[in-house]
């Protein structure tokens, strides 16, 4: 079982729908988790971080954390065509430096 | 990428000849790291630096060594570069330890071993 996991995808939305992206994580003592978004042949970009239980909202983005299931999820609201991109899914346990990424969830928002 | 840049952005080696990537940044961030990305593994780190001078290694460091001589640059050395060290290598930075608040990443390189 991998650390992080997502779904590869593709996910396909049309333009102005919700996009639902997964991830699972097994370290039950994982502090931090992050979305990053990655264009195709560029670098990952952070777009949100949650440590607490529950939703945290930033715009058109809202990450949840449910630290009981283990996973974590971003919706994005109002899909659009610019929000094509591969979202990476990101842990870090409790102290130290690692931070484990999943392989990523493409989305692909239809116009 | 504000504040972090790769050098060179591409490059194509032999099998068996040393590599040098290098990572710059003007952030003034205390910790540094150096990622590679392959498809189907997402981003594993090599090795990663809490101060000049100070690095360890990441999951995947065989095969590589790092130096931190200046706290704006961090290198990457691929000893004897080998087919299986093809990857899109990726810098990053952070002002708090482990990245708590996340980080921020270079542009990349894409590196190929022939």
């Known amino acids: 079982q991998k650390e992080v996991e997502q779904n590869s995808g593709p996910l396909s939305v049309p333009e102005g729908a919700i996009a639902s992206l997964n991830c699972t994580y097994s370290?039950?003592?994982?502090?931090?988790f992050f979305w990053y978004r990655q264009y195709s042949g560029k670098s990952p970009e952070l777009i949100m971080f949650i440590y607490s239980n529950g939703d945290k909202e930033d715009g058109r983005f809202t990450a949840q954390l449910n630290k009981a299931s283990q996973y974590v999820s971003l919706l994005i609201r109002d899909s659009q065509p610019s929000d094509s991109a591969t979202y990476l899914c990101a842990v870090k346990g409790n102290g130290g430096f690692k931070t484990i990424f999943g392989a990523g969830t493409r989305l692909f928002v239809k116009a | 990428d504000a504040g972090i840049t790769q050098s060179p952005r591409h490059k194509v080696t032999e099998t068996g000849t040393p590599v040098t990537l290098r990572c710059h940044q003007t952030e003034n961030h205390r910790y540094m790291y150096w990622y590679r990305q392959d498809p189907g593994h997402g981003l594993r780190l090599i090795h990663y630096s809490y101060g000049v001078k100070d690095t360890d290694k990441g999951e995947v460091s065989d095969g590589y060594s790092v130096s931190r001589s200046k706290t704006e640059d961090f290198l990457l050395t691929l000893e004897s570069a080998t087919s299986s060290q093809t990857s899109v290598y990726f810098c990053?930075?952070?002002?708090?330890?482990?990245?708590?608040?996340?980080?921020?990443f270079g542009s990349g390189t894409r590196l190929t071993v022939v």
């Open positions: 370290d039950r003592g994982s502090q931090s």
């Open positions: 990053a930075i952070s002002d708090l330890a482990g990245g708590i608040y996340g980080y921020t």
